[in-house]
Nanobody, 119 residues
Framework: VQLVESGGGLVQPGGSLRLSCAAS????????MSWYRQAPGKERELVAA????????NYVDSVKGRFTISRDNAKNTVNLQMNSLKPEDTAVYYC?????????????WGQGTQVTVSS
């Protein structure tokens, strides 16, 4: 099982980045997918989530209207388009997959990609 994030980097305030997460080794279309982030000294927080078929999305209030999560089940990828970036968006961003089964919940994490918003 692998979740491999890409697309992080350094961007100026007001700029944009597109994060991608490539999944392999499991039935991607059966998993709800999310992006989390963790800033230095802070707890990891849920940023955006999308259901397994892509029919529903959810965002933390601080990114609503600026970030968009999407997925392509044919390509086993989930993306996070980030616009109007702010310095407080600086964090390591993690891809996360979750499937709630009858007897257990299965989760996977990527290794993270650094996003730095600074002038």
């Amino acid at each position: 099982v692998q979740l491999v994030e890409s697309g992080g980097g350094l961007v100026q305030p007001g700029g944009s980045l597109r994060l991608s997460c490539a999944a392999s080794g499991f039935t991607f279309s059966s998993y709800d997918m999310s992006w989390y982030r963790q800033a230095p000294g802070k707890e990891r927080e849920l940023v955006a989530a999308i259901t397994s078929a892509g029919g529903s999305t959810n965002y933390v209030d601080s990114v609503k209207g600026r970030f968009t999560i999407s997925r392509d089940n044919a390509k086993n990828t989930v993306n996070l388009q980030m616009n109007s970036l702010k310095p407080e968006d600086t964090a390591v961003y993690y891809c996360h997959g979750r499937r709630v089964g009858f007897l257990r919940t299965t989760t996977f994490w990527g290794q993270g990609t650094q996003v730095t918003v600074s002038s």
